[in-house]
C-alpha cells in the first residue's frame, strides 16, 4: 500500500503543532508584557503623585517627611520591578515589545530622579542619588560582563543601605534628548558609569568601598 | 526576532516534523508492524559470509546459519586475507557441512569480497551474512516471502545487540531499537536508506544490474541500498527477522565503527548528489534527510561553540570584575532563571522524545523496558546522541582531507 501521503499529513499536523506552539509562545510573552504594562501604570500614577506634591511646594506647606516617605517608597518599587522587567526582557524571545516597555520605564525612571533632586532640595533630605548609566543596546560581551557586575554590586549596596540611597538605573544610549541632555550636563561620557548625588561620576572602580566612601 | 531563537524554532519543527512521521506511520501500521511475508515460493539461496580475521566468531556464525529453517543452496566464506586461523575454522567446519565453500583471496576489502561471492554464487538470492553475525532460525525464512515481489530487491532483519550487559552496551541496545524500528516504519513508505551489513538478502539480478558492492565505499550496504533504491527497487524490513551482532565495547572501537558509517554516508551523498530532488525515495527523501542530517549537526556544532565559548567569555570577565570589585558571583537571581518559551517547547519535545523511545522499546521487545532503566534512556537522549555531530565532524574533516580507511 502507497502510504505516502503521509509525509504530507506529517507536514499538516507539525505545522498545526508548531504554529499552535508560536501562538501560545506569543500569548504567554504577551501576558509578561502585560504585566510590564501594569508596572508601569501603576508605577506612572505613583510617580504623576510625586510630581503634583512636588509641585504643591510652591503653593502650600508641604509635609516634607511624608514627602520624602513616598519617594523612597516608590523608589523601592521601581527598583523591584526593574529587577522583574530585566528578567521578562531577557526571556522573551518573540515579542520584544518589552523594549519599547523598557524605554518607557527609562523616562519615568528619568522623571522620578528629577522629582528625587527637587525633594532633596526642597526638604533637605539625607539620602543619596545613585543612577546608573548602563548600554542597553548591542553591549559588547567586555560592556556585558562588567555591567551585570556592577548591576550586582549596586543591588548589594540597594539591600544593604534600604532607603538611604535612591538607586536609578538609567539606559543611557538609547537617544531620548531629556537623557542626552543630562548625561551632557553630569559629563558622564563613558558606559556604564554611576553618578552619585548628581556630583561624583564613577566609572572605572576597584571596589564596593570606592562607592560605599560617597554614601556614608 | 533574532536568529538564534529563529535557528532553534528551525530544529524545533524538523524535530516536530519527524516525529510525527514515526507516530502516523506507527498508527497507520500498528496491526502490521510484526507481519511475515507468506512463502508462496522457494527460492535458492546462496550465503556469503567476508571474513577477515574472525576467529573468534566464525564458527558460531557458520552454525547459526546451517541452522536455519529454510532451505539454503550454499555458504561461501570469503577469506579475504586473515592473518588468524579463520580459514583453518572454515576447512574443519566443512568436513561436517558439505554445502559449505572457502574461497581464500588476498585482502581487499569487504565490497571487493561480496563482489567476488557474487559472481560465484548459484542462488537467486544473496543474503550477506557479516561473520560475527548470528542469524535466528526463521531469519531468513522470515524474509524470504518479500521477494514475491519483482520490485524486491533487498530485505533486512532487525539487527540486535548480543552483548547488553554494561550501560555502554545498553546504550547502543536502545539506539539499534530505536533504528530498527524507525527502519521498519520508514520500509511503508519505500524510504529504508540502509539494509545493514550483519544480514541482508538481496535479488542476484539486483546485484547484477547495479554493478555489485562498490569497493570504493566505506559503507558498501548504504551505497548498495541507495543503488538499488535509483534503480526503482524496493527495500524491505521484517521485525521478526533477528540476528544478532557484537556492538563495540568500547569507546574507541564505537568511534571508529560510527566515523565510518559516517564516512560512507559522506561517500554516497557525493556519488549521489547529481539526484538530489529527482528520481523517486533517493532523490526526494534519502538525500535530502542525509543532507538535513548533515547540515543540522554542523549547524548545531557550530552554534554549540559560539555559545561555550561566548559564555564562558562572558561568565569569565563577569567573575573577574566581580572579584575585582567584591560582589558575589552567584547571586539568588541567578538560581531562578526565568525561563522564555522556548524552554518550555523545548522541555516538552524532549518529554515526547523520551515517550517516543519508550513506546520503541516496549513495542520491539518484551522485557526490554525491565532491562533499560529510565536513566539509560534519559542519558541515551540527553548525552549519547549529542555525540553524533561530533562524529559527523570528525567524518568530514577525514573526508575533506581523504585521511580514511576501512581498517
Redesign the interface.
Known sequence: ?N??Y??L???I??LI??NL??F???M??SHRVNKINEFYVNSEMDLLDQRIQEGAFDVVNIDCNAAIKANIEFADKIFEDA?QIQ??E?????N?DTIFQHKRFDLLRTLFWINSIKIKENCNASYHNVVYFYKFNEPS??Q???Q???S??L??LKEEKGSSIMLIPLAADNNFPSINLLLEAYEVKELPSILIDEKYILTD?????EIEKYLD | METLPIIYLGYMFVSIYFLSLFLILYYVNRKNLFEIPKLTKKYSVSILVPAYNEEKTIERTIKSIFSSDYYLKEIIVLNDGSVDSTGNIVKELMKDYPKLKLIDKKNSGKADSLNHGIAIAKGELIAVVDADSYPEKDAFSNLIGFFDDPLVGVATPFIVPRNDKTFFERLQTIEYNVIAFTRKLLGYVDAIYVTPGPLAIYRKSALEKIGGFDIKNMTEDIEATWHLTKEGYKRKMCLLSVATTTVPKKISPWYKQRRRWNLGGLQCISKYKKYFLKRGMLGFFILPFFVLQLFLGLLGLTIFFYLFITRSLSRYLFTRYSIQIGTPVITMDDIFITPSFLNYFGVILFILGTLFTILVLYIMKKGMLKKQNIFNILFYLLFYLTVYPFIMIASLYHYLNGTWRWR
Open positions: 500500500m502510504q505516502k503521509i509525509f499529513y506529517a507536514l499536523v507539525t503543532f508548531f506552539g508560536i501560545l509562545g506569543y504567554f510573552e529587577k528578567k521578562f531577557d526571556a522573551n524571545r518573540i520584544k560581551i567586555e556585558k560582563a562588567k551585570r557586575a556592577i550586582n554590586l543591588t548589594e572602580f576597584n571596589s564596593k568601598e
